[in-house]
Antibody, heavy 117, light 109 residues
Framework: EVQLVESGGGLIQPGGSLRLSCAAS????????MSWVRQAPGKGLEWVSV???????YYADSVKGRFTISRDNSKNTLYLQMNSLRAEDTAVYYC???????????WGQGTLVTVSS | QSALTQPASVSGSPGQSITISCTGT?????????VSWYQQHPGKAPKLMIY???NRPSGVSNRFSGSKSGNTASLTISGLQAEDEADYYC?????????FGGGTKLTVL
């Protein structure tokens, strides 16, 4: 069964760092396009980052320079390293596998990140 | 990376049809046939309903259909059912990134 399970969320102070993990099963992360999408409480979806199978990465302007997307092929896991966190980064973070046309085909259940003092 | 424009809410009665619009620019919706639509029930992860403007993934009801004209994409749900009540988001490819609409809350009366 194709599945994504996020972990690593929690309460963190402004300026702090956090690393989110997304463990995949049923497919190979390194052979697919993978993304992170977030959703602030009561708000809409916001695309955060993508990593292509070839290793290229792209980021939303709101997180560029602060967040880094990566993967560990041996663990079949996607990561999102988040530094210099701000209150506005508070959200549920979803990882997702993309289809050929860039559609978000498989989603994880999400992990909540709360940035607050 | 400005968000695509969707109506905040739409409503319809069971059995009726509704259409949700998604307006962007020539740099996103109008420039590529990579528009997708997602359904999200409260507390749940989004679910892909339409991709490549008008394609349905396996398992999605044929009551859901998509189209595009210029810079505006549309999602039509026919034969509304109670379980269709949810938030709907459009998304488009745009120069190596993606952009979402603000979301539309569908109420089935």
């Amino acid at each position: 069964e194709v599945q994504l399970v996020e972990s690593g969320g929690g309460l963190i102070q402004p300026g702090g760092s956090l690393r989110l993990s997304c463990a995949a099963s049923g497919f190979t992360v390194s052979s697919n396009y993978m993304s992170w999408v977030r959703q602030a409480p009561g708000k809409g979806l916001e695309w955060v980052s993508v990593i292509y199978s070839g290793g290229s990465t792209y980021y939303a302007d709101s997180v560029k320079g602060r967040f880094t997307i990566s993967r560990d092929n041996s663990k079949n896991t996607l990561y999102l390293q988040m530094n210099s966190l701000r209150a506005e980064d508070t959200a549920v973070y979803y990882c997702a596998r993309l289809g050929i046309a860039g559609q978000l085909v498989v989603w994880g259940q999400g992990t909540l990140v709360t940035v607050s003092s | 990376q400005s968000a695509l424009t969707q109506p905040a809410s739409v409503s319809g009665s069971p059995g009726q049809s509704i259409t949700i619009s998604c307006t962007g620019t020539s740099s996103d919706v109008g420039g590529y046939n990579y528009v997708s639509w997602y359904q999200q029930h409260p507390g749940k992860a989004p679910k892909l309903m339409i991709y490549d403007v008008s394609n349905r993934p396996s398992g999605v009801s044929n009551r859901f259909s998509g189209s595009k004209s210029g810079n505006t994409a549309s999602l039509t749900i026919s034969g509304l059912q109670a379980e269709d009540e949810a938030d709907y988001y459009c998304s488009s490819y745009t120069s190596s990134s993606r952009v979402f609409g603000g979301g539309t809350k569908l109420t089935v009366l």
